[in-house]
């Protein structure tokens, strides 16, 4: 077994150097290390007048799923890629024709473990959609529910860890060749795409997906989330509710006017997105048009939510305060923003990158904001980013790629949208809940324990010092620039802890003279007076902590 591995793994190693010698793109390899070039192939004097961008884009749609998918996955990263290469990505159409009906009810029965038969009353043989990955049968189950069944492409995961395997070995010789200044690592690049298709390959993490979103959207009537049945899910099918709909694009299509809502839908579509980064914390990261149905008047279906971003709760704080920098023209917190995400390393030419962004700033200075587009805005820092030989965290280039797609789509639906008018929205509903009763305790209960922890660790660290000192195996190396700066910070961390504690006191105490008597409204005033003091002195706490 293992030496037919190696064998296909060579075949396919020959099969990819072959199409990007032919499109031109040879220069990718090291012809020392990859030798087989010589008498593989030759470059394809018809393409000699295309674009490397073009050139790359062609060989990836060639060499077929695996491929397609990263071409996709590339083209979210602007900061990883030059700009021609992403136009042409942009692009990119997975398609992929359907593969055998037969084997698609024999993948269904083998995995399901019962004849087709007895899982659904009626199965179409006919898939109404196709994809690199996989493709979707209608069918309708015994008591008549009609449900769309999801089924993985056969052979599918032996090919793709075969093409990961082969990237790779490829991406170290790719490295060693790229052009200076491209900031392109394809070796981190290719572990990256390894995690994400190997998500996209479980079914049933993409049905707990489609879990998550219902519950998130609960509340929302006009946000549909199909429904799952899991007793005939596996991690290579998934059955989910069938809905109806048209793709989110074709909404103003002279055919459906006074049917559906443009103006409606882009507006639901861009808040549903909105509130599942700046709120959720959980996003559908690849939102293109085929992913979102539309109901009539303007109700948006959520489809394939195979591939997803989560923000944790401290990047979704920084990134409402980046928008909030944005609105206000303020280049220091977006710096500031950057040095928290640890995009911006050490050692690092902040006024080089200050100057850089204040240019981009003044650009839009004299622009309305309704006039503002997230995308513009987006790929203009992100080229200052690339430039600057930084890297943005994965998760927040997702971010950033629905926000734009969900924009883009937006904007075709209804020209007026104000997308960075909405964000302002979402941003100022967000701070007031950051700011409320139950958060403040939250997070002074947190830096209150924070504060214990260190109380408690100090004996201990400071003898680990102390015998450092006596060892002579402690040194200070600190400029005289520094010594403000660090007294300032240790004045600061003193100055928290010991406020920590006094509110902990104040809470503590006010809540066990709740149930002392002499009270006229319920409430003993000392606990009111003790409550408002401690609440008085968090605001200042988390005040200071961010200035």
């Known amino acids: 077994m293992k030496m037919f591995r190696i064998f296909d793994k060579f075949r396919r190693t020959r099969r990819i150097i072959s199409v990007f010698t032919k499109y031109g793109l040879d220069y990718f390899f090291d012809k020392g290390k990859a030798g087989i070039l010589a008498f593989i192939t030759r470059r394809d004097d018809s393409f000699r007048k295309i674009s490397s961008g073009a050139g790359f884009c062609l060989a990836l749609q060639e060499l077929?799923?695996?491929?397609?998918?990263?071409?996709?996955?590339?083209?979210t990263r602007p900061d990883l890629l030059p700009p021609e290469f992403i136009k042409e990505l942009e692009k990119l159409q997975d398609q992929t024709p359907p593969f055998e009906s037969t084997a698609a009810i024999e993948i269904v029965e083998r995995e399901l473990k019962k004849p087709l038969g007895e899982l659904f009353r009626n199965f179409e043989s006919v898939p109404v959609a196709a994809a690199s990955l996989s493709q979707v049968h209608r069918a309708k189950m015994h008591d008549g529910r009609i449900v769309a069944v999801k089924i993985q492409r056969p052979g599918i995961r032996k090919t793709i860890e075969i093409d990961l395997d082969i990237l790779q070995d490829l991406a170290g010789f790719v490295e060693n060749r790229i052009h200076n200044g491209w900031n392109f690592r394809p070796q981190m690049m290719?572990?990256?795409?390894?995690?994400?298709?190997?998500?996209e390959l479980d079914f049933v993490q993409e049905a707990n997906h489609l879990k998550k979103f219902?519950?998130?959207?609960?509340?929302?009537?006009?946000?549909?989330v199909p429904e799952v049945y899991w007793e005939l899910t596996t991690p290579t099918v998934l059955t989910m509710e069938f809905i109806e709909g048209i793709k989110i694009n074709e909404v103003?299509?002279?055919?459906?006017?006074?049917?559906?809502?443009?103006?409606?839908?882009?507006?639901?579509?861009?808040?549903?997105?909105?509130?599942?980064?700046?709120?959720?914390g959980f996003f559908h990261a690849d939102p293109h048009p085929a992913n979102l149905f539309v109901q009539p008047p303007a109700n948006i279906v959520m489809l394939d939510v195979g591939m997803v971003g989560y923000l944790d709760k401290r990047t979704k704080i920084l990134g409402t305060r980046i928008i909030k920098a944005l609105v206000n023209n303020d280049v220091d917190i977006v710096i500031s923003?950057?040095?928290?995400?640890?995009?911006i390393v050490r050692d690092f030419d902040r006024d080089l990158l200050r100057q850089d962004m204040s240019d981009l700033f003044a650009g839009y200075m004299d622009i309305p904001l309704k006039d503002v587009e997230i995308n513009r805005v987006a790929q203009d820092i992100m080229a200052i980013i690339s430039r600057h030989n930084l890297t943005l965290p994965s998760n927040l280039v997702l971010?950033?790629?629905?926000?734009?797609?969900?924009?883009s789509t937006?904007?075709?639906?209804?020209?007026?949208?104000?997308?960075?008018?909405?964000?302002?929205?979402?941003?100022?509903?967000?701070?007031?809940?950051?700011?409320s009763p139950e958060n403040l305790i939250e997070k002074t209960d947190s830096v209150f324990h924070e504060g214990a922890e260190l109380i408690e660790q100090l004996p201990g660290n400071l003898n680990?010092?102390?015998?450092?000192?006596?060892?002579?195996?402690?040194?200070?190396?600190?400029?005289s620039e520094d010594y403000q700066k660090i007294a300032r910070s240790i004045d600061r961390s003193g100055t928290c802890i010991s406020l920590s504690i006094i509110i902990s006191v104040l809470i503590i105490t006010s809540s066990v003279l709740i149930y002392f008597p002499h009270s006229t409204s319920g409430i003993p005033v000392i606990s009111v007076a003790g409550y408002s003091v401690a609440l008085v002195l968090i605001i200042w706490l988390i005040l200071s902590s961010h200035r």
Do not use: H, W
């Open 64 to 75: 077929g799923p695996t491929f397609i998918k990263l071409g996709q996955i590339l083209s």
């Open 190 to 199: 290719v572990e990256e795409f390894r995690k994400a298709i190997r998500k």
């Open 214 to 224: 219902k519950s998130n959207f609960r509340d929302i009537k006009y946000i549909r």
């Open 252 to 280: 103003n299509q002279a055919q459906y006017e006074g049917k559906y809502d443009p103006k409606l839908v882009a507006i639901r579509s861009t808040e549903a997105m909105l509130k599942q980064v700046f709120e959720d």
């Open 337 to 343: 923003c950057f040095e928290d995400l640890r995009i």
């Open 399 to 407: 971010m950033i790629k629905a926000l734009s797609m969900i924009e």
């Open 410 to 435: 937006g904007k075709d639906l209804y020209p007026e949208l104000d997308m960075m008018t909405i964000a302002r929205r979402f941003v100022r509903k967000i701070s007031k809940t950051r700011f």
């Open 464 to 479: 680990v010092i102390i015998n450092k000192i006596r060892e002579g195996k402690l040194r200070f190396v600190v400029e």
